[in-house]
């Protein structure tokens, strides 16, 4: 009888091991000019490219209720973070979009910034848009996420483990 208890608390105790380590599995982007990595979980899909002298990085979750956009760029010594907040609104926040929060953030890896949630509607549905700001080393970074309202609850914590993975390379 101990034996079958004891065999039954190690497969439990397996199982449990292997549902975390599916968690937290991901994929890291590495970007080495820009100093930065990020974790994405395995089954989303990922495309970068260039534009407008900034680097763009889209992964959409598998379900397609997710996208997260990592932005990259170089940026004068003299631009805050409050400069990228002013540029994004003004210039590549979707129409419609007002911002509801905007406030001090600071990422389990410790960077500093600003985030922002802005609430509207794309293609008549009611989305939900984050944006955390920062800056390291002449380079800006805007780090995205949108969420239709209806999901934002359920997929809060993705979305937070993505925007905590983010991290800042050391400089050579």
Known sequence: MLNKTFDCKKIVL???ILFALQQVNGQWYVN?????KINIP???NSTHFEENGMLVYKFISSDNNIIVELDAFDIDK???VFDLVSDFEENRLPEGFECSSLKDYTTETNIKGK???YNGYLNGIAESFSAF??????????LSTLVPIEKIQE?????QAIINSFQLLKSP
């Not at 700001?133 to 805007?142: E, F, I, L, S």
């Not at 997929?155 to 979305?159: L, R």
């Open 78 to 80: 003299s631009i805050h």
């Open 155 to 159: 997929k809060t914590e993705e979305t």
């Open 42 to 44: 395995d089954r989303w």
């Open 115 to 117: 985030i922002a949630i």
């Open 14 to 16: 397996i199982f449990i």
């Open 32 to 36: 080495k000019k820009y100093g930065f």
């Open 133 to 142: 700001y920062t800056t390291n080393n002449n380079k800006g970074y805007v």
